[in-house]
């Protein structure tokens, strides 16, 4: 399950990312069609630097105790629950046989 998680903050992680590299293609390519001045395209690069540096900052690690309430609001069957679950379909297929 902790893999599962690691892979979703990679992911996120890589879409932040991949979103930046994008927005400055984007500015780079406005300035090569004219569409904007190089001061203009300096200044939305260095806006842009800072909304993510700021996002970044904003951004707190999540705490064990963080991670099992976000586990308990999922609302996942417990392996005691699948096991027990499991017992009682085992009777109920022994008894229909």
Known sequence: MINEF???LLAGLGAAAYT???SENLIKELIEK???S??????LSEELKRNVKTKAQEIKPLTKDDFVSILKDLNLAT????SQLNERISKLEEKNQ
């Open 6 to 8: 690691k892979k979703i």
């Open 38 to 43: 190089i001061e203009e395209g300096k200044e």
């Open 20 to 22: 930046y590299e994008k």
């Open 79 to 82: 392996k005691d629950e699948i």
């Open 34 to 36: 004219g569409k904007l």
